[in-house]
């Protein structure tokens, strides 16, 4: 009886170490999909055939300018210095930071370091893909959407998901993200401080850095670029 009974819990043991071990595989299994994208760098500002520009709306050229910088890097031996002047007066200020790019696979998240001044200046994200559609990931007048306020020192990991929703105008307007993504800008635009209700436009100085740009991809590195 004796041994019938020790069969018994054998057998028990067995298959509740075979349950668990089922549990076990498919969540190591759920985990890798969701975990399965693959980090791909777009830029890390370490060659010397990118020449770095940026645009300006409603203020003068020379009062923004970027180059790099060997002093402040996050990431290998230098990043990108980003000097801006915004004025108190005329419309609202802003700049973008272009990058030319052909992202071939599907993306999923844009990532980069930004080392802050705590101007109160805003950051977004813009992106022109195949069909010459701008997705705009933050209105910078507004505030609406993802990005964020400058209200810190040092650095720190911006993360823009791109499978949320946004804005997006001209192109083919059929408001996708058509693959390959063509172009993205970094963008700054100046501090805003409500005063009785209304947007008052604040002057700024300052200097920014950013590096390592990168995205998730559902594809490896050869196949995304």
């Known amino acids: 009886m004796k041994s019938y009974n020790f069969k018994i819990e054998r057998h028990q043991t ?18 890798t999909s969701v975990l399965g994208a693959v980090p791909v760098v777009i830029q890390d500002f370490e060659k010397p055939d990118f020449k770095p520009t940026v645009w300006v709306v409603n203020f003068p050229n ?6 790099f910088s060997t002093t402040q890097p996050h990431d290998g031996k230098q990043c990108l210095k980003l000097h801006y002047h915004f004025v108190s007066t005329g419309g609202f200020q802003y700049l973008g930071i272009p990058f030319k790019v052909k992202i071939f696979a599907p993306i999923h998240k844009l990532r980069f370091w930004l080392k802050g001044d705590n101007s109160k200046c805003s950051y977004g994200l813009q992106v022109t893909d195949a069909g010459g559609e701008t997705h705009q990931y933050r209105s910078l007048s507004t505030g609406s959407g993802q990005g964020g306020i400058i209200d810190f020192t040092g650095w720190i990991e911006v ?8 804005e997006t105008w001209g192109g083919d307007r059929n408001g996708k993200l058509n693959h390959p993504i063509a172009s993205f800008n970094l963008t700054v635009g100046q501090p805003v401080e409500k005063v009785d209700g209304k947007d008052k436009l604040i002057a700024a100085e300052g200097d920014l850095y950013f590096d390592t740009i990168s995205v998730d991809s559902e594809k490896s590195v050869e196949e995304t670029l």
């Open 62 to 67: 020379e009062n923004a300018s970027v180059q």
């Open 159 to 166: 993360v823009f998901d791109l499978d949320l929703p946004h």
């Open 14 to 31: 067995a298959t509740m170490f075979n349950v668990l071990l089922s549990l076990f595989v498919l969540l190591v299994c759920s985990a």
